[in-house]
């Protein structure tokens, strides 16, 4: 086949799948140096992959807006935004999302190679022209490189996240936290099954203070305040414990990451963009599949305590609670002396 030259790589979310698709991206790019490649994303996800000096443009979904245009029954915004789509012309799509939603996105294009999994969930595989059967088993990472593979194209394992410049400039100038040796904590996550339990967030916080860093500081979404109610009130006491929930975006969260010395997460998306980032990392996971979902090629820095024949389920949050728990505050702080690696 002739070398495409407008090609649409469809990941619209979640914000960690998001920055694990890089490698994708970083994949077409090498085997198609002078082509346009763009890449549809969730409009609010946009600045993980916006920078990224493989990618051509950024064709931004605006999922709330479009489902309350739907919910008022009017069709005018979807049907402008997927004429857009038509309109880019593009000789080829890859669905690495591999559900209906991003199938139904794929065909809309009317591109004649519409490549991704034979078996996407919820029917997505139907609005394809080129479908590839991978085992639900392997790396997440893995599974779209294979599709990527299938089709021709020549594999690049790079995971590599790129901050804005204004980003990074504010990072370079923060008067706190620019000229710092900090640990950054990601304590949060949207499933309760996936939930380090707070009060060891908050003694290992204290323990870093005392093994060389500068600064902690604390990140997460501004309605996950709630979660960090001991660390939060450490941060009151402390002024080396930095709170930033709620005060930063992608953006500059990622420009937070790439400058820290230490991360330790829950399974979560500020975990993959230090594996993006590649920073020292502590990755604390409980009732989820590391060889699946877990920091890619970085399973040496990952605590679990799971028992073998153990279901794995982040749904089931007292599975979850039961297997988070069994992580110690001395084995994070075990980590912590090893430098993170």
């Known amino acids: 086949m002739p070398s495409p030259s407008r090609i649409l790589l469809i990941r619209p979310s979640a914000l960690g799948d998001v920055c694990r ?15 346009r490649i763009d890449w549809l994303v969730q409009d609010t996800f946009a600045p993980a992959i916006r920078h990224h000096p493989g990618l051509s443009g950024v064709v931004e979904f605006p999922r709330k807006a479009l489902g309350a245009a739907l ?8 049907r402008g935004f997927l004429k857009s789509l038509v309109d880019a012309q593009y000789d080829v799509v890859y669905d690495l999302q591999g559900l209906f939603r991003s199938g139904f996105f794929a065909w809309s294009t009317k591109a004649p190679r519409r490549v991704g999994l034979a078996n996407a969930r919820e029917g997505g595989w139907l609005f394809l022209t080129e ?20 089709s ?18 504010r990072a370079s100038v923060d008067l706190v936290l620019a000229t ?30 005392t093994r060389g860093y500068d600064h902690v500081v604390v990140v997460g979404a501004p309605n996950e305040r709630e979660q960090c109610g001991p660390l939060l009130e450490l941060a009151e006491s402390n002024p080396r414990i930095v709170d930033r929930i709620g005060m930063t975006g992608i953006d500059d969260l990622l420009a937070l990451v790439e400058r820290s010395s230490l991360v330790i997460a829950n399974d979560s ?46 749904k089931n949050d007292d ?21 993170g690696r």
């Open 131 to 150: 479908r590839h059967r991978v085992p639900p088993e392997v790396h997440s990472v893995d599974r779209m490189l294979e599709v990527i593979g299938r």
């Open 180 to 209: 710092s040796r900090y640990a950054l904590l990601a304590p949060t996550s949207r499933w309760a099954g996936k939930r380090w339990p707070l009060e060891r967030y908050a003694k290992v916080a204290g323990e870093l203070l």
């Open 152 to 169: 021709g194209v020549g594999l690049v394992h790079d995971m590599r996240l790129y901050p804005s410049p204004e980003a990074r400039r």
């Open 71 to 78: 919910r008022r029954l009017d069709l005018r915004p979807l």
């Open 21 to 35: 698709t890089v490698p994708a991206l970083a994949s077409l790019r090498a085997a198609y140096p002078e082509a």
């Open 319 to 339: 599975l979850g609670r039961r297997l988070m728990s069994r992580i110690q505050v001395s084995d994070v702080l075990e980590r912590i002396d090893r430098g």
């Open 269 to 314: 998306a500020v975990l993959h963009m230090a594996v993006g980032l590649d920073r020292p990392l502590i990755a604390l996971y409980g009732p989820t599949s590391i060889a699946r979902v877990g920091p890619y090629r970085r399973a040496a820095d990952v605590l679990q305590m799971v028992d073998p024949g153990e279901p794995l389920d982040h």
